[in-house]
């Protein structure tokens, strides 16, 4: 019946595009799902909280001994800056973190390469790394003051098994990942060992290795800081000690304010190394 | 230089994947190999370069590589197996980075392998840049960089849209014109087989077991005007493996 309808419409070519009187747009039914970049959000969201907080403070409604004012915070970290402290506790942190991330991923990768591509790394030091990985390491501190001394030794130590265990895992996770094709590739053109592990395994991991730099940095800053808070006398964590120890709350706010922003700092860092390093995959 | 097959079985586990395969790939011969899917093709490929280790028999390559071949027995892959972190161009010169080149010269080589695959302009484009018979470009300029004597053909067009992989094979008839290269080119698209294949070697599915040996004596470049002939040819061919793909297809695997 269909097609009877069909042929004697046809009859009339002119009205087959024209729309018939009840047409009516098919429903939309797609779209969601999906973001869009909203640039200034963040920031409004960011300074809109500053705002009511310090709104709040000023009005009486957020007590002092509470939570300081935000202007207050800012005061603490202007009063590090003239005095000059800022950079002597700064820079000591960064010393720190940076010596015991870098050699900490340094032993990672190396580790984790060989875990990745030897059957006897891998069966020795898996179970190895498995069972070291969840102890905290800030519970080793004082074996790491007796065996390294009071001094940076002991810190950096905390920071650099910190950063070890997750680089390892990030590292043979990579390994793991490498398109066996390509190293397939690699080997039926007659490339050597250390070629395969240099031109395809390394590159191939790298975007492993790099998401596993992002979790131990800021593993890192944690071990910093609680590192800090035992016998120190300069550092981030131990100026926020010193703070809290006195009851100097804005100042307790200015550290770690500090902290948040290394913490930003060192992330757009890796961004940046993520977009010199992974240009090709976009 | 020719490459022969003799008495090859292989399992993987419990499971019988290919049972006394024995053929030889001759001087400037194209051997196509079609069988159903599952029946341990890309194995017997992967054992004919030195890839795999058989199970019992052996591979053997009998005479002389050309001179100045730096790597005889060269794989051509479905998934072309391009590092998605070089370059066209970068990608040429891996394969002959290991072998002491100076880089005038290797460069020199990667710019005539480019040319005579149509990828000149392309020499800085990245993998991810290129369309799929792009790609397959790249890699079949790749394995010429290298002097290959025999190719190892694992369904290279498998992957690529039907016009493009016409355009493809055009460009593999052409290129056999011109170097004469043997092949061992294992493909389930009969069309590509009458296509292309001196002999096609017919397997039976798992265990995988020679059905047949199908020889076409009608050069290449006759082939496309002589259309009819290849169709019956081509039929004949499923007409042998029918049975075989139908059993094939209702099977259950346990083979990864």
């Given amino acids: ?282 | 230089m020719q490459l022969i097959l003799q008495g090859i079985s292989h399992r993987y586990g419990g499971t019988n994947v290919l049972e006394d395969i024995s053929f030889a790939v001759g001087d400037g011969e194209i051997v196509c190999i079609v069988g159903p899917s599952g029946c341990g093709k890309s194995t017997l490929l992967r054992i004919a370069g030195g890839l795999e280790r058989p199970g019992e028999g052996e591979a053997l390559i009998a005479g002389k590589a050309p001179e100045g071949s730096l790597n005889p027995l060269t794989y051509i892959f479905q998934d072309f197996a391009l590092l998605p972190w070089r370059t066209v161009a970068g990608n040429v010169s891996l394969v002959l980075e290991d072998h002491g080149i100076e880089t005038k010269r290797r460069r020199a080589i990667i710019d005539d392998v480019l040319s005579r695959t149509n990828l000149s302009d392309f020499a800085h484009a990245l993998p991810r840049q290129l369309s799929g018979g792009m790609k397959q470009r790249v890699a079949i300029a790749r394995a010429l960089a290298v002097k290959p004597a025999i190719m190892l053909m694992d369904e290279p067009l498998s992957a690529l849209d039907s016009q493009t992989r016409e355009l493809l094979m055009d460009d593999l008839v052409a290129l056999w014109q011109r170097e004469r290269f043997s092949a061992c080119y294992v493909t389930h698209n009969l069309a590509e087989a009458v296509r292309l294949g001196r002999r096609i070697v017919v397997l039976s599915r798992r265990p995988g077991r020679i059905r047949e040996v199908v020889d076409i004596d009608m050069p290449l470049a006759e082939r496309p005007e002589r259309l009819v002939e290849l169709e019956k040819l081509q039929r004949r061919v499923w007409e042998i493996m029918r049975e075989e793909a139908r059993e094939a297809d209702r099977e259950i695997s346990d083979v990864a």
């Fill in chain 1, 1 to 282: 019946m269909s097609h009877e309808a069909a042929s004697t419409q046809g009859a009339g070519r002119e009205e087959d595009t024209a729309a018939p009187e009840a047409a009516r747009p098919v429903p939309f039914r797609g779209g969601g799902f999906t973001h869009r970049r909203l640039g200034p959000v963040a920031p409004i969201v960011f300074l809109a909280i500053i705002a009511l907080w310090e709104a709040g403070s000023r009005a009486g409604i957020i007590s002092p001994i509470a939570l300081p004012a935000p202007s207050e915070a800012l005061g603490a970290l202007g009063d590090l800056v003239t005095t000059g402290m800022l950079w002597k506790h700064l820079g000591a942190s960064i010393y720190r973190l940076g010596l015991g991330w870098v050699l900490g991923s340094l032993v990672g990768i190396s580790v984790g390469l060989m875990v990745g591509l030897f059957s006897l790394a891998r069966a020795g030091l898996l179970p190895l790394v498995s069972a070291l990985f969840p102890i905290p390491k800030i519970a080793l501190l004082p074996l790491f003051i007796i065996w390294f001394g009071i001094g940076e030794g002991s810190k950096v130590a905390t920071i650099l098994f910190g950063t070890f265990f997750p680089t390892v895992i990030a590292t043979y996770g990579g390994v793991d990942n490498v398109d066996r094709n390509l190293i397939r590739m690699g080997q039926s053109f007659g490339l050597s060992w250390l070629s395969i592990v240099r031109k395809i395994i390394i590159p191939g991991a790298m975007p492993a290795i790099l998401s596993g730099f992002r979790i131990s940095a800021s593993i890192a800053i944690v071990l910093l800081v609680a590192a800090e808070m035992i016998g120190a006398e300069t550092g981030i964590g131990a100026y926020i000690l010193m703070a809290g120890a006195l009851f100097a709350l804005d100042q307790l706010i200015a550290g770690v304010a500090l902290l948040s922003m290394l913490g930003l700092a060192i992330a757009w860092l890796i961004g940046r190394a993520e977009r010199a390093l992974l240009s090709w995959r976009a």
